[in-house]
């Protein structure tokens, strides 16, 4: 009943940019914290990004400086726009968020994931 849906990854050079977007669709009745998680292959998932209701920010130190995570409350989406991109950032791009249901049962859902691929 609530679904995520990513969009925005794809293979840019080394040093290059993109946007990644996420919108939640559903029995929505609020969101709290929103994230953006990659996994890159033979590694485990891994936090690039985290943004509260209240629009606190928290970054990991990997990306800190060149990524930034914002969200539209109107539109229950999040975005993360990716600056100087680096080939060690390929991987798979998975939005999370922690939603309340009009039943008010509170759950985190994911997205299917995006690839991003930074050639060098």
């Known amino acids: 009943q609530v679904q995520l849906v990513e969009s925005g990854g794809g293979l840019v050079q080394s040093g290059g940019s993109l946007r990644l977007s996420c919108t939640a669709s559903?029995?929505?009745?609020?969101?709290?914290?929103m994230a953006w998680y990659r996994q890159a292959p033979g590694k485990r998932r891994e936090l690039v990004a985290a943004?509260?209701?209240?629009?606190?920010?928290n970054y990991s130190d990997y990306v800190k400086g060149r990524f930034t995570i914002s969200r539209d409350n109107t539109k229950n989406a999040v975005y993360l726009q990716m600056n100087n991109l680096k080939p060690e950032d390929t991987a798979v791009y998975y939005c999370?968020?922690?939603?309340?249901?009009?039943?008010?049962?509170?759950?985190?859902?994911w997205g299917q994931g995006t690839q991003v691929t930074v050639s060098s």
């Open positions: 999370n968020a922690e939603i309340a249901t009009m039943t008010l049962y509170e759950d985190y859902y």
């Open positions: 559903g029995s929505i009745f609020s969101i709290n914290s």
């Open positions: 943004v509260t209701s209240g629009n606190s920010t």
